[in-house]
Structure formats: structure tokens, C-alpha cells
């Protein structure tokens, strides 16, 4: 059980381009979920939380207008990467949790290349 | 604020060696859960083992330990007898939790351990 699932798992596109990406609980309800990024050889950062029925909440330094995020189920995050370019390419993870369980569940993630 | 440490940065051992890995934290919640993944090429982040902050006996899980010291902020892990497979990039991260010991969900990750081993 506790299943995330993450689609596309690769996609490269061109400069300017709007990309998005769908993290899915697959085995169970999750009113909150998290996207993080992250850079060839470096660490993952929290970008931003994915709050179902309301507003994300956004980390110091990320654009909330550039990475949108749209929750608008308890199984399924977005996060649309708008006039994608070269500096945005990289590795995108989401995890959720259900809410009995203190551990989260982390997709396959998805790698982002825009040329 | 919340902060991880793991002051290595890459580690090289020869199969069958014993490896440490070291990871030192900071926060300032009293209740808070520990972490530690294994990222492999694939990118996608392999769970091993998760610690509350009430907690700090010691675990063995086959050729993995974690050592918890709640004194020195500290939680290590280590790889008994290593093997070629054990080779990625392992993290160690830390959640905040309310009183009751609901996590808060968001991680905090440390900068990663390159770990490889060779034949």
C-alpha cells in the first residue's frame, strides 16, 4: 500500500513551453502533498506544499506564478511549469502521506529538460 | 528553521568493508522524525528507515544500522559488510511533528553522501 505514482517519468520540451506534471496517490486519500526539486548532484528542496480544496503554500524563492499547483482532488497534485526554460530543467518529486502515517511515500519523480 | 548535515560528501570502499555514514541535525521541535533514503541512478527515492525523536534505540535491519543520538543531534547510519549494489547517493532528512506526534510532512533533506563501492 502507499503508492505515488508520477507521470510523465521524462519529458523534454522547448524553451517557452508550459509542462505539467501529475503525482497520484494511487491506494489512498491524501489531503496534502509536497513537490520538491532537484539539481544534478545536489539535494532535494521543498518547493512547495500541495493543499487540496485551497491554496499551495509556497517556499522562500519559488515563483508561485511560474510552478503552478493545483490539487483539486485528494488523489491527484499538479504542477504546471509555465514558459519552461533551460534553468528550470530538472528532477521533480512529489511525495504525499495518508494521514495515519508519519512517513511519506515519494513518487518516481520526473525529469525535466527543456531546451 | 530545521537543518541536516551530512558532512560527507562522496565516500569509496572496497566490497566488504563496514561504512559509516554521518548525519547531524537541528531543530527546534521537540517532536520530530528521522529519516534516511537511498537515491539510486533511477532518481527514485528508496525508504529505509524512519526514527521518532522519542525514540532512540538503536536499529539493525540485516546489514543496516542507525545510531540515534538524541544528545549530539545526531543519527548515523551504517553499512555492514558493503556491497557493490549499495552504491548511491543516501540522504538523510528530518520532519518537524506537533505535540501529539503528527509529522508535518514536509521533509528536510541533508546534501547527500555519494556513496560507491568497489569489486
Known amino acids: 500500500g502507499a503508492v505515488v505514482s508520477q507521470h510523465p517519468s521524462r519529458v523534454i520540451c522547448k524553451s517557452g513551453t508550459s509542462v505539467k506534471i501529475e503525482c497520484r496517490s494511487l491506494d489512498f486519500q491524501a489531503t496534502t502533498m509536497f513537490w520538491y526539486r532537484q539539481f544534478p548532484k545536489q539535494s532535494l528542496m521543498l518547493m512547495a506544499t500541495?493543499?487540496?480544496?485551497?491554496?499551495?503554500?509556497?517556499e522562500q524563492g519559488v515563483e508561485k506564478d511560474k510552478f503552478l499547483i493545483n490539487h483539486a482532488s485528494l488523489t491527484l497534485s499538479t504542477l504546471t511549469v509555465t514558459s519552461a526554460h533551460p534553468e528550470d530543467s530538472s528532477f521533480y518529486i512529489c511525495s504525499a502521506s495518508p494521514a495515519y502515517r508519519a512517513s511519506q511515500y515519494f513518487g518516481p519523480g520526473t525529469r525535466l529538460l527543456v531546451l | 528553521a530545521q537543518k541536516v548535515t551530512q558532512a560527507q560528501t562522496e565516500i569509496s570502499v572496497v566490497e566488504k568493508e563496514d561504512v559509516t555514514l554521518d548525519c547531524v541535525y537541528e531543530?527546534?521541535?521537540?517532536?520530530?522524525?528521522l529519516f534516511w533514503y537511498k537515491q539510486p541512478p533511477s532518481g527514485e527515492l528508496v525508504f529505509l528507515i524512519r526514527r521518532n525523536s522519542f525514540d532512540e534505540q538503536n536499529e539493525i535491519s540485516g546489514r543496516y544500522s542507525w545510531n540515534f543520538q538524541k544528545s549530539t543531534s545526531s543519527f548515523n547510519f551504517t553499512i555492514t559488510a558493503s556491497q557493490v549494489v549499495d552504491s548511491a547517493v543516501y540522504f538523510c532528512?528530518?520532519?518537524?511533528?506537533?505535540?501529539?506526534?503528527?509529522?508535518?510532512?514536509?521533509?528536510?533533506f541533508g546534501q547527500g553522501t555519494i556513496l560507491t563501492v568497489h569489486p
Open positions: 532528512a528530518l520532519s518537524g511533528a506537533n505535540a501529539g506526534g503528527t509529522s508535518y510532512g514536509k521533509l528536510t
Open positions: 531543530t527546534r521541535d521537540t517532536t520530530y522524525y
Open positions: 500541495s493543499n487540496e480544496g485551497s491554496k499551495a503554500t509556497y
